[in-house]
């Protein structure tokens, strides 16, 4: 191997690396202006994507028993504690 061949390459390599860098790039805040911002995109990528999966729930069934915690971010009650006793509505949202 000569070392223009060499040279010509890792000039290649390095554009193909420089092409993929700005699509992530680009891919990141085409994501941001339709998720609302760069922080979305973050905890979206960060923390929804890995447990993203499709779930074999069905309307009727009954819910999983989970751990919740409530508005003061430390009391924790199990779902089965409440269930059948009166009517049981979770809530998952921000209001702000």
Same mark, same amino acid.
Do not use: C
């Given at each position: 191997?000569?070392k &223009?061949? *060499?040279?010509?390459?890792?000039?290649?390599?390095?554009?193909?690396?420089?092409?993929?860098?700005?699509?992530?790039?680009?891919? /990141?805040?085409?994501?941001?202006?339709?998720?609302?911002?760069?922080?979305?995109?973050? &905890?979206f990528? %960060? /923390?929804?994507?890995?447990?993203?999966?499709?779930?074999?729930?069905?309307?009727?069934?009954?819910?999983?028993?989970?751990?919740?915690?409530?508005?003061?971010?430390?009391t924790? %009650? /199990?779902?089965?504690?409440?269930?059948?006793?009166?009517?049981?509505?979770?809530?998952?949202? *921000?209001?702000?």
């Open positions: 191997m000569t &223009g061949a *060499s040279a010509q390459r890792h000039s290649v390599w390095k554009w193909v690396v420089v092409v993929f860098l700005v699509l992530i790039l680009a891919a /990141y805040f085409v994501l941001a202006h339709f998720m609302g911002g760069p922080r979305d995109v973050y &905890g990528l %960060r /923390y929804a994507l890995p447990q993203w999966h499709e779930g074999n729930l069905h309307v009727g069934d009954l819910a999983p028993d989970a751990r919740v915690y409530g508005l003061d971010g430390h924790a %009650r /199990y779902l089965h504690e409440w269930i059948g006793k009166k009517p049981l509505v979770l809530i998952f949202g *921000s209001y702000t």
